[in-house]
């Protein structure tokens, strides 16, 4: 990187096919997201394209192309893992009110986060069942096709900082208990509690590639979808159709809804505005 | 048509300048309008509804995959990105903040320039950070029609002194700004 001409960023980003950088990504990889939306991948891809200094399109493919690493920082990237413990607590108190009396009636339980991206949402999740004298009958499966996502996951560790934040949803999410109750603290980390994890099955599931591996009561898919064109959206709309029980719940992000997508008079809503449905009979 | 879509960015001040705005735009007023006021990251945007009651528009909050349409104006739901797809639809991320901002005016500003190319308006109003500066910047490159709140105006000069750096088409009043999009409406119906 002796090269002391700034990058013309004006010329970069009109360079920019994504399609072509994705193919690659794919050719060689198996990373597939060629059915995202186009607006944000070339967003990141420019983004990313500016912060390791490279100036052009075809510096861009042989770096993905001879640099494994610098791939799989790239699909890490594309696939952003934003996420909170007890997200939209009022989601969480209409599970607690609508889905839970549900769930009540079965022997066990099949739980199926899809995109748990690094495991707060299956804590979450956890808490909720444990407070409603539900965990130890139920199993969680929580998936994500990031591996480095997923081990974060497995370990439960996080930042201080945001425990503030996630004690506050928790309370407005109906918690009945102290938030510090289901972890300790150690040198600026919080670690989630073993009796948390011990019902949790972390596995690499893709959603596009990969099909139905278990029928399940329950499923969550909340904010991965909204970065999927609406084929795919279809298509993995379909997968979570075959893999609920009958009178199974589906449960998406805020904003997300199933109006658009060909399953929608499969379901029946539950509560409209927490997008919570109910597949039926 | 000269112009397909009117992208707006606005922050600190920006319901002031909202409604004033919105109670001088008439009811035929053609050109769909999306904007990002940061008011978005924190309330249920209940202020929309609110906006709503002053305005001759319809104001709605934007859908996933929505197909924005004439006579429109859009906002992003609360504490999500907001980007255009090349084929005029919403979608939606919730990507880190941007400059302590979610949604980001740049985010929208920039996605938009590339839907839309030379026939987007990009305007920004008052506000006291730098959101939009580079948006701004995005859509002037590609040919679009760049206009910044003259800060003399705008109840907060920052962000309009801010993306003036970019050496925007004008530098006016609101009135005046208005005034320009009413024009450009009629412009656009004469040459359909
Ligand atoms: C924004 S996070 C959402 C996390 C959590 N569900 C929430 O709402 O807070 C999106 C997650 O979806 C995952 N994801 C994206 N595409 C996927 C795919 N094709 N298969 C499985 N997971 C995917 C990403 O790796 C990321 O962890």
Known sequence: MNNRKPIDTHQLHLQ????????????????????YSEAHIKRRLYNRMLMSGIKDVSQMKGRIMNDELFAADLMHELSITVTEMFRDPKFYKSLRENVIPILKTYPFIKIWHAGCSTGEEAYS????????????????????????????????IYPNELIKEYTTNYQLAGGKESFSTYYSSNYGHVIMHQSLKNNIVWANHNLVTDSVFAEVHLILCRNVMIYFDKNLQNKVQNLFHESLVKGGILCLGTKESLRFTDLYDQYLELDKTQRIYKKKY | MLYDAIVIGVSAGGINAMKKMFSMLPKHFAIPIIIVSHISARSDNQWIRFLNEKSNLALKEADEKEIIEPGKVYFPPANYHLLIEKDRTFSFTIDEKINFARPSIDVLFE??????????????????????????????DLGGLTIVQDPEDAEYDFMPESAISIGPDHILPLEKITDLLIKMNKQNISKP
């Open chain 2, 111 to 140: 996605s938009a320039a590339d839907a839309y190319k030379n026939k987007l308006i990009g305007i920004v109003l008052t506000g006291s950070n730098s959101d939009g500066t580079s948006g701004l910047k995005r859509i002037k």
């Open chain 1, 125 to 156: 999740m956890a808490i909720l069942l444990k407070e409603e004298g539900l965990y130890d009958r139920s199993t969680i499966y929580a998936t994500d096709f990031n591996q480095q996502a997923l081990n974060h996951a497995k370990e439960g």
């Open chain 1, 16 to 35: 920019i096919n994504p399609a072509e950088i994705l193919d690659i990504l794919y050719q060689k990889y198996g990373y597939d997201f060629r059915q």
